[in-house]
C-alpha cells in the first residue's frame, strides 16, 4: 500500500459519509465568506460617527446632527442606530432609548445571520465523522472476521481509512468554531460599543 495519498484518493477512501462531509465543508466555507463580506461591507466603526453626533449635539444642533447621520447609507450599520436615538428623542428618554436598542436589535440580527448555521456545523461534522468511522470499522472487522488469514497490515489498513471521515470532520469543525469566534467578537465589539454610544448620548440629547 503507498505510503502516501492525493485528497481524491483519501476522498474515495473515506466512503460515502466523505459526501456528507464534502456538503458540510463547502456551507462553511460559504458561510464564512458571505458573513466576512457582509462585516466588511457594513462599516462597523462606532466613535468616529458618536464623537461626531455628540459634538453637534453639544452646541445644540440636533437638526445638524440628524442631517448629518441621515447622510450615511444603510452601509454605515451605526449610523442607523444613532439616527433612531435622535429622532426620537422628541418622545423623552424612555422612547429614544427603546427606539434606538430595537434599531440595535435588528442590526446584530442581521449581522449574526448565518453564526447558528456555523455552530450547528463545527458539531455535526465531527459527528458524522464519527459515524463514517464506525462504519469503516464495521467494514473492517467483517473483512478480518472473513479473511482466511489474517495479518496486520490487513488490520492497520482499515482502521486508518475508517479514520478518514474522523480527521476531515474534527477539520471542518475547527474551521467553523474558529471563524465564528472571530466573527462574533467582531459582532460583541459593535455590540457594546454602541450601547455606550447610545449611554453617552442620552444626556445630551435630554439637554439639547
Known amino acids: 500500500m503507498?505510503?502516501?495519498?492525493?485528497?481524491?484518493?483519501?476522498?474515495?477512501?473515506?466512503?460515502?459519509?466523505?459526501?456528507?462531509?464534502?456538503a458540510y465543508s463547502v456551507a462553511t466555507i460559504a458561510i464564512i465568506i458571505e458573513r466576512c463580506i457582509y462585516l466588511a461591507w457594513h462599516d462597523c466603526k462606532v466613535a468616529p460617527i458618536s464623537n461626531k453626533v455628540k459634538s453637534f449635539l453639544h452646541d445644540n444642533q440636533r437638526y445638524e446632527?440628524?442631517?448629518?447621520?441621515?447622510?450615511?447609507?444603510?452601509?454605515?450599520t451605526v449610523a442607523t442606530?444613532?439616527?433612531?436615538?435622535?429622532?426620537?428623542?422628541?418622545?423623552?428618554?424612555?422612547?429614544?432609548e427603546r427606539a434606538a436598542e430595537a434599531e440595535?436589535?435588528?442590526?446584530?440580527?442581521?449581522?449574526?445571520n448565518g453564526f447558528n448555521y456555523l455552530t450547528a456545523l463545527s458539531s455535526l461534522a465531527p459527528l458524522t465523522g464519527f459515524l463514517g468511522t464506525?462504519?469503516?470499522?464495521?467494514?473492517?472487522?467483517?473483512?478480518?472476521?472473513?479473511?482466511?488469514?489474517v495479518n496486520a497490515q490487513l488490520v492497520a489498513g482499515g482502521i486508518?481509512?475508517?479514520?478518514?471521515?474522523?480527521?476531515?470532520?474534527?477539520?471542518?469543525a475547527i474551521v467553523a468554531l474558529?471563524?465564528?469566534?472571530?466573527?462574533?467578537?467582531?459582532?460583541?465589539t459593535f455590540a457594546a460599543e454602541t450601547s455606550k454610544a447610545i449611554n453617552d448620548l442620552v444626556p445630551e440629547l435630554m439637554g439639547a
Open 178 to 188: 474558529l471563524a465564528y469566534n472571530l466573527l462574533i467578537q467582531k459582532v460583541d
Open 160 to 172: 486508518y481509512e475508517a479514520l478518514i471521515t474522523t480527521v476531515f470532520g474534527l477539520i471542518i
Open 134 to 149: 464506525v462504519s469503516g470499522m464495521i467494514g473492517a472487522f467483517q473483512s478480518i472476521a472473513t479473511a482466511t488469514d
Open 2 to 22: 503507498e505510503n502516501g495519498f492525493s485528497l481524491i484518493e483519501l476522498f474515495k477512501l473515506g466512503g460515502p459519509f466523505m459526501w456528507v462531509l464534502l
Open 104 to 112: 440595535a436589535q435588528e442590526r446584530l440580527r442581521r449581522m449574526e
Open 65 to 76: 446632527a440628524e442631517k448629518y447621520l441621515s447622510s450615511y447609507g444603510r452601509k454605515q
Open 81 to 96: 442606530v444613532l439616527l433612531a436615538l435622535v429622532r426620537n428623542a422628541r418622545f423623552g428618554e424612555n422612547r429614544m
